[in-house]
């Protein structure tokens, strides 16, 4: 069966399963291979948490049940395994079906008995002494793991630790480290992750693993490197204070797999020669540092030389360094944009393919022959709100997908009264249509530098479900009376309504109306058509409503910071392009008060929403949870903030907030600034979580400082908030004694989904930091660092290391290393003419500052926030990502003139958002057309299609094997 071959595959290696292959095409042995897991009665789904050995025997013993019925009971058919527990479990179970051991065949097929025992002893004693030979003679690279039933004991006794391997991306050869999970983080004594020190200690796991640890005795522990990477001496400097160590183990078991399709870069030409005559293996450069190099066999290395292509791992045989994987498909070519970008999204688990037909089908129509309108029974059933709100949005400029949009208005009996409306996406979405399936398996739209991939078909996400300006929209809508004076709630209502948004307006305009700059009216798009007297009328219908706006915001963002929540600090670059769509310039977001006011309503119906569903639904409600930091993660920040005369107290978010609230230096703005980033790297994330899982306490955002919080504002880009507005709704039906029609997930099924949101959140924001790198360097590629303007900038270092500095760069927002010493073993020896040099010498590196010591006496210190000039260039990679790479040529802050300094801050004040980030490649496509009609022939000639082959095909349908859907959404 195909199961069985794949079977040896995986557990055998290559090798084995070649040799199985060949035996199978003799035609002298009368075997058929037959594709039980592409037949429609033989096709068994993997369950979830079940281990591959376990699925794949029982397909073989399914298809044998169904093998026999097929020949109509009239055969017996026998099962040979050495899985003892399959004997068992199945041994019995069908007549005519006999699953049995390899020993037991023997003895009751084989007529000559004595030869079947001779030939059974001597196959065990065979491989006892295969074993001895590979052990007494060190043939193994790494140790065998220990079985399954050996891991789960020791689990449980405390003498091994289950978690998931980390792997340091910039010390993938030396470190990683186990994130501890399950019972081993409840039972265990140990708060900190266990390090991993040195491939051999790995033991064949790869970045991802859910592996089993044993911990070293302690006289064998190791520190963390403190340097910027590793290619440092390991000798330690005069002055240096070592890592502490910390737990250090070994991988003694995998438990599951993190085996998925990866991003490789064939090696070149000359690298292809120089790894033999045999150029059918070929060692290929995986894309992530983390993921050692993996063996596959093609024939195609030296026309694919130029691509990046995705692979998969297959096996990992504890003879061979290296893991053995396949070719899967093409992405694109080294270092073009489209190329990079599947990378990324390849590399993220993130699929981007269009919607199907059957989705689409489920869309509701807009267009000019067939307008949607407001249907007569919902607008019966739903509040209207046209004739009576004042409706706007603010978002940034060009935004498509509006999720959400404000009101304020007075009461007759003077109190205000603030609305928050959300887009009622759950009317077009139904629960477990296609629709819904899909964008649960999103879980969320991807935003990228130049893109976006979205959760929802386009018709809802820029259309019906955008609220739109000066059309009728469905909505979701929070209503809350306020005090006219204090601005109190006094209470709160939720329904669905209908609304129409009266202007769209961008966050700079807004900022503009508050600010009293009454210029901005004519670039919206509104007051276009109206005439002066109706323009002055709205205008300051409008500006009193955002002023009223901010004015709550205020008081709700003050009662937060008395309770604790932390305003901190993020570097979010935007991209600027020119009029040809190239890259004009690299703009850090700049905060604007706006900003803060529509956060803070959203935050405030976030969290009355989280009260509600709650209240409703105590153990099956969808909350998000901010668990407070490890103490220990904030001791680089105490260090930072002492090096200035700051004292950080980090005991809880009240303590923290109040002591970044004083650490202002007068003469240096960036020093704040910096602290609350460093405060924001020392958190955990915030996590989606089902109520039934954990206890109240735990309920807590640390952050936000509120006791409950949820997402409820942005249904048409998460799928979180689409989950917590059928909560809500159900919520509403159950207040009102009517019948609750939405399909809600038990506290199980909701605990699930939450972890597959928070794992898809991750990649989201991964994919999103991954691509603003590309196009940092795309910015600052192909320039002349010594030459250009753009490539010298002022920098701050923010924290020191045994070999360098790490700085941020406030022009570009950029973070990152700046070597003291370099490979040769040189350091830096700066002038007061504004240059420096390598020169022979030392480092000496104290708690708050480093110094550079030249063999001739010329010495230099560079302490925390110490500003200096760096020179920005892009280090180039084959196979990996190009990187930022940052030198120090001055230790003295950088010099602009008047006139570039105020073009910047213009650049900074309009704070360019993008909608579309592209860069055009037509002539580098023209140029490479003849290569391509070779990689055309080459596909001819290996018969792979260029479009969905076959193979593409069946690797589709293997991975539905892998993971059944209708247990996943509970159809």
Known sequence: MQTACQAVQHQRGRRQYNKLRNLLKDARHDCVLFANEFQQYCYLPRERGESMEKWQTRSIYNAAVWYYHHCQDRMPIVMVTEDEEAIQQYGSETEGVFVISFKNYLDNFWPDLKAAHELCDSILQARRERE????????????????????????????????????????AQIEAFVRLQGASSKDSDLISDILVHGMKARNRSIHGDVVVVELLPKNEWKGRTAALCDNENDDKTPGESPSEPMPTGRVVGILQKNWRDYVVTFPSKEEVQSQGKNAQKILVTPWDYRIPKIRISTQQAEALQDFRV??????????????????????????????????????????????????????????????????????????????????????????????????????????????????????????????????????????????????????????????????????????????????????????????????????????????????????????REMDEKSKQVKQDELVWAIGKLTDIARHVRAKRDSCGALELEGVEVRVQLDDKKNIHDLIPKQPLEVHETVAECMILANHWVAKKVWENFPHQALLRQHPPPHQEFFSE????????????????????????????????????????????????????????????????????????????????????????????????????????KENLFSSKDLEELCRHINNRNRAA????????????????????????????????????????????????????????????????????????????????????????????????????????????????????ADTIRLEIISNKPYKISETELSQQNSLLMKNELVKEVTRSVEEAQLAQEAKVKIIQEEYQEYCQTKGTSLYTLLEEIRDLALLDLSSNYGM
Request: charged letters at 25%; glycine letters at 6%.
């Open 310 to 527: 995705v692979v998969r791992i297959d096996s990992w045989e504890s003879t061979s360094i290296y893991p053995n994987g396949h070719f899967v498909r093409v992405l694109g070519r080294i270092r073009d944009l489209e190329g990079e970008i599947a990378t990324i999204l390849v590399e993220n688990s993130i699929s981007v393919a269009p919607f199907s037909e059957a989705q689409m089908c489920e869309m509701p129509v807009n267009n000019s022959e067939n307008p949607w309108k407001v249907n007569p029974e919902e607008e019966r059933e739903r509040v209207d709100l046209r004739k009576t709100h004042l409706v706007f949005s603010i978002d940034p400029k060009g935004c498509e997908d509006v999720d959400d949009a404000l009101s304020v208005r007075t009461l007759i009996n003077g109190n205000m009264e603030l609305g928050v409306h959300i887009a009622d996406v759950t009317h077009f979405v139904t629960a477990n249509s296609y629709t819904d399936i899909e964008a649960r398996t999103r879980a969320t739209t991807y935003y990228l530098a130049d893109r976006r991939y979205d959760m929802l078909p386009s018709i809802l996400s820029a259309d019906l479900c955008s609220l739109l300006g000066g059309v009728d929209r469905y909505a979701v809508s929070v209503l809350w009376e306020l005090d006219k004076s204090s601005f109190e709630i006094k209470k709160v209502w939720y329904g669905r309504t209908i609304i129409q948004s009266a202007y769209k307006l961008y966050y700079e305009a807004a900022q503009d109306l508050l600010d009293g700059n009454f210029s901005v009216i004519d670039d919206i798009p509104e007051f």
């Open 132 to 171: 001895l030979e590979s052990q007494e003679n060190n043939g193994k690279e790494y140790p065998e793991h220990l079985p399954l039933e050996v891991l789960e004991a020791g689990i449980k006794s405390g003498r091994y630790i289950q978690g998931i391997l980390n792997v340091n991306k910039h010390r």
């Open 765 to 880: 924001q991964h994919a999103q930091k991954q691509s603003t790198e590309l196009f940092q360097c795309m910015y600052f590629k192909d320039k002349e660092p010594e030459i250009e303007d753009r490539c010298i900038a002022d920098g701050v270092i923010y924290s020191i290391r045994t070999n360098g500095v790490l700085v941020f760069i406030p022009r570009f927002g950029i973070k990152g290393a700046a070597y003291l010493k370099n490979k040769d073993g040189l350091v830096i020896s700066c002038y007061p003419d504004g240059c420096s040099e390598w020169k022979p010498g030392s480092l000496q590196r104290f708690q708050n500052k480093i110094t550079s010591t030249t063999a001739g006496g010329e010495s230099i210190t560079f302490s925390l926030f110490d500003h200096v000039t760096v020179r920005i260039s892009v280090q180039a990679s084959r196979c990996h």
């Open 637 to 740: 920040l105490r260090e930072c903030a002492k090096a200035k005369g700051f004292s950080m107290d980090t005991r809880s978010n009240k303590t923290l907030a109040d002591s970044l609230d004083h650490a202002n230096d007068p003469r240096d703005p960036l020093v704040n600034r910096i602290l609350r980033s460093m405060a924001t790297q020392a958190m955990s994330n915030a996590l989606y979580f089902s109520t039934g899982s954990c206890a109240e306490d735990e309920f807590h955002h640390y952050g936000l400082a509120l006791d409950k919080y949820t997402h409820f504002t942005s249904p048409i880009r998460r799928y979180s908030d689409i989950v917590v507005h059928r909560l809500l709704m159900a919520a509403i039906s159950k207040d009102n004694k009517t019948e609750i």
